[in-house]
């Protein structure tokens, strides 16, 4: 059974990573109106991936008695200066995610609430992961620089990327 204070922070986790995946799906929008489909691709894959997130988190809340309760999703952001705006804010925002989860664990912890700590594990991995990738995207831009050859080449990398669902749960 999940405390009262834990359910009310995973309900706020739940609508981040719906903002999460609202903001990706916005930057997707972005990049297809200017042409990078490469770009909207790993976007829309990051929206399917924050989507999940939030899905785990909702099995999660109703597998231990807990109640579900959705709240408004903030609009995100819909234009951006170029592909390093997005990136850098993309960056900025998985590590806003990752204090989020951080402090969730920090409140499994007080709580002496052992199986939720276990479960954020796998959301502790997944946020080295997300701002790993990022980091390794702004690095290449800051290569490419004003080369729209360089920029291209990437967008081509960036179309590559599929979207594969989380099965090491049966809550994925």
Known sequence: MLSKKMKEALNEQINKEMY????????????????????ANWFMIQYKEEMEHAMKIYDYVNDRGGKVSLKAIDEPLSTFKDAMDMFQKTLKHEQFITKSINELVDLAIKEKDHATQIFLQWFVTEQIEEEGNDNDIIAKLKLIGENGNGLLMLDKELLARVFTPDTTSENA
């Open 20 to 39: 999460s995946a609202y903001l990706y799906m916005s930057m997707s929008a972005h990049s297809t109106n200017v042409g990078l489909p490469g770009f």
